[in-house]
């Protein structure tokens, strides 16, 4: 399994982005993708996934109504929207996978992993 993150940069605060992680490898419907972050200083904390099974998705209380995840419809792609950004989002951005959709955005239950992409927001 291989994911690629990408979209990262540098924003002022209340600015959009969005994140893109390319999903190979895996070759079952029942799996959960997820989105990933570690602020300077902070440990990694979940923000939000979605499973391939259901496309149901989960997000961490400080990103929700902000963050939008979503995959295409080959599944190949997961996307996460981040609207009014703000400087305390700033991290470095992961995206991972649980091949066995545990539902719970949990770094240990993540076997796989992407490289990070940078989030930078202004004030």
């Known amino acids: 399994v291989q994911l690629q993150a990408s979209g990262g940069g540098l924003v002022q605060a209340g600015a959009s982005l969005r994140l893109a992680c390319a999903v190979s490898?895996?070759?079952?419907?029942?799996?959960?993708i997820g989105w990933f972050r570690q602020g300077p200083g902070k440990e990694r904390e979940g923000v939000s996934s979605i499973s391939g099974g259901d496309n149901s998705t989960n997000y961490a209380e400080s990103v929700k109504g902000r963050f939008t995840i979503y995959q295409d419809n080959a599944k190949a792609t997961v996307y996460l929207q981040m609207n009014n950004l703000k400087p305390e989002d700033t991290a470095v951005y992961y995206c991972?996978?649980?091949?066995?959709?545990?539902?719970?955005?949990?770094?240990?239950?993540?076997?796989?992993w992407g490289q990070g992409t940078h989030v930078t927001v202004s004030s």
């Open positions: 490898g895996i070759t079952k419907d029942y799996y959960l």
């Open positions: 991972a996978a649980d091949p066995f959709d545990q539902g719970s955005i949990t770094v240990g239950k993540f076997d796989y």
